[in-house]
Structures are given as C-alpha cells and as structure tokens.
C-alpha cells in the first residue's frame, strides 16, 4: 500500500472515520483500532489518535481509558438535547437570512431546492441527504454571520449523522419533508423572519419526533 502523504493528515483521517460511522459502515458501540486503522491508512499511528480526539470533540466516539475509542451510542436523551439546540440555532439562521437574503443569495436557495424536491420525487434518500446540507450552506451564507455559521457547523457531525440515519427509514416521506424547506425559501425570499424562524422550529419539532419514535419504538436508529 501506498502511505497517505497529504499534509492534514488528522483532518483526512477525521473526515475518512466520520462518513464511516455516519454512514453505519462502523457501527455504534464498535471499538475503533488505532493499529488497524493505521495498517489500512498506511500512516502511524499518532496522526490516527489525534482524529479520534477530534472525533471524540465531535461526539462521534468516546474514549475509554486503557481500551481505546467506541463509536458512542444515540440515545433519545441525546437526540433531545440535540434538537434543542438544533432548534435554537437553525431558526436564527432562517430569521438572519430572511432579514440579510441578497439576489444571489436568494438565487442560489432555489437552486438548493430544486435538488432537494428533484431527490425527494425520486425517492433519492442520498440525494436528499446531500441537498438539505446544501441548502443548509446556503442560509447560512445569506444570514451573514459568521460566529453563528462556526456554531452551526460544529454540530454537523451530530446533524449528519443523525439526519442520514433518519433518513434511512424514510424514503416514502420525502416529498412531505420537503414542503417545509420551500415554505421557509418562501419566507425568506418575502423577507418575513418570523414566519421563516416558525417554519424551522416546525421543522426541528417534527425531526425530534420522528427520531425519538425510532428510538423509543426499538427500532434501531441507525447510528
């Protein structure tokens, strides 16, 4: 095997673990090996340690003292705290972008929907997956605050990982879901903040529900 040679090695590693663990290629409550991982990577082991600190930062994984890093569970507690905070969050992205949304900016918003109600008329769970987080990028471009977007962002491990899972158990949901991110492009573009703020905290209220309804009900959430 070739040896990874890129100079943020950490980073490459962080982003390589986390879409496996979002994804449920490494499962929740699986050890991670430093050794192992270092063998397939073709790197040392150091650079492996430290992404899993990161990881650990991200609640992706937990160290344990003398036994290494696991793949932390998600837990309806967990996904109560997350969505609170999610909610808080979120709406202040929407009411900041319907307040600061340039033509451009109110441009690009479409654009992301359009992905987003193509992926959900199509069924396409990864579609969808990946053009919520677009749309995503795009309102917190147009809320202008930088501070608040470094905020947001610190939560995608979490917001990935429990969106993809979610997600997994409902394709034939899509198109519903959907309606609410053109009803806050909707408001945004009217520059009414309020009612674009009502339609994310609806949007975090359902996304709470649904997943505390896989967790509580046994069906295994997917993370």
Not at 25 to 47: D, F, H, N
Not at 106 to 131: C, F, P, Q, R, T
């Amino acid at each position: 095997m070739t040896p990874i040679t890129y100079d943020n090695l950490p980073d490459i590693l962080t982003r390589d673990i986390s879409e496996k663990i979002i994804r449920n290629e490494i499962k929740p409550g699986q050890r991670i090996l430093e050794a192992k991982i270092a063998e397939e990577m073709g790197v040392s082991r150091s650079p492996v340690r430290e992404a899993l600190r990161i990881l650990e930062k991200n609640r992706l994984v937990e160290l344990i003292p003398r036994k290494g890093a696991r793949v932390t569970e998600i837990t309806a507690q967990h996904i109560e705290w997350y969505y609170d905070i999610y909610e808080a969050l979120y709406s202040l992205v929407a009411r900041k972008a319907a307040e600061n949304a340039n033509e451009d900016d109110i441009k690009k918003m479409w654009e992301a929907l359009k992905n987003i109600e193509i992926a959900a008329d199509h069924g396409d769970v990864e579609s969808y997956y990946n053009g919520i987080f677009e749309f995503a990028a795009v309102g917190m471009q147009a809320a202008g605050n930088s501070l608040l977007e470094q905020m947001v962002i610190e939560l995608w491990p979490s917001n990935r990982r429990i969106q993809f899972a979610s997600l997994m158990f409902r394709a034939d949901d899509l198109k519903q879901n959907a309606v609410f991110f053109r009803k806050v492009s909707e408001y945004i573009e009217k520059g009414n903040a309020q009612k674009a703020e009502d339609v994310i905290r609806d949007y975090a209220h359902n996304e709470k529900a649904f997943a505390l309804k896989i967790v509580n009900g046994s069906k295994k959430l997917k993370q």
